[in-house]
């Protein structure tokens, strides 16, 4: 049974284009997360909804745009892809983002190439 | 700023013992986070420190000094399947974390 689960798990698309990815938590969690790893291997947090709410918007261009259509579910859409977007892109999830002792489970990522 | 400082890589060998130190500057401290990532995988949580002090679990010891800001990751009786990235992650004072590069562990037999 898969906690995290995105998809694609690959997505390989022309500059320009708009994609989607999507990541669903089926744990019960309220708290779920986009980041982005990039070949340096940083993580870094883009965003984050606490029961369906925006809680943490870090400086990403506006063309990427969270959707949380419950707390099960957050979706990333990015539009007009440019070159450096291409990363891996990980979803995870939490049960409360305030729990002292909190660990955050992640999805298995979606490798995103912009050719 | 806020910074999150490991070495790029260690070397160990199969059977020994390896310290992975992680340096941090934060807005605020609540709590750090030692993750394992295998490549081409998800992260995957490995222990937290929100004291002082040493917490085992097993192979693994995760050592915490707040008036340092220092960590350590201790592995011991290490296996090849140690081989990974392992990052360390601070959650700051609104509760975000803020993570490291992460430190590539190399086991040779």
């Known amino acids: 049974d898969t906690a995290v689960s995105q998809t694609p798990k690959y997505l390989v698309t022309q500059m320009g284009n708009d994609k989607s990815i999507k990541c669903e938590q089926n744990?019960?969690?309220?708290?779920m997360y986009w980041y982005k790893q990039d070949s340096k291997k940083f993580l870094k947090i883009m965003f984050s909804y606490n029961n369906k709410e925006l809680i943490i918007n870090e400086t990403v261009p506006n063309r990427f745009s969270p959707k949380s259509p419950d707390k099960a579910h957050l979706n990333l859409h990015i539009n007009s892809l440019e070159l450096g977007d291409s990363a891996v892109y990980f979803c995870?999830?939490?049960?409360?983002?305030?729990?002292?002792?909190?660990?955050?489970?992640f999805g298995p990522g979606t490798r995103l190439l912009v050719l | 700023g806020q910074n999150i400082d490991q070495p790029t890589e260690m070397t160990a060998t199969e059977g020994a013992i390896v310290q992975i130190n992680c340096t941090y500057q934060t807005s605020g401290f609540n709590g750090l986070f030692w993750y394992q990532q295998h490549a081409g995988e998800a992260p995957t949580f490995l222990s937290y420190?929100?004291l002082d002090g040493l917490e085992e679990k097993g192979r693994f010891s995760s050592f915490l000094s707040r008036s340092k800001g220092y960590s350590y990751l201790l592995l011991k009786e290490l296996q090849m399947k140690d081989s990974a990235s392992y990052l360390c992650a601070v959650r700051d004072s609104n509760y975000q974390l803020i993570w490291g590069a992460g430190t590539k562990l190399i086991i040779k037999p």
């Open positions: 995870a999830s939490s049960q409360d983002w305030r729990e002292s002792v909190e660990t955050q489970y």
């Open positions: 744990l019960g969690h309220d708290t």
């Open positions: 420190n929100v």
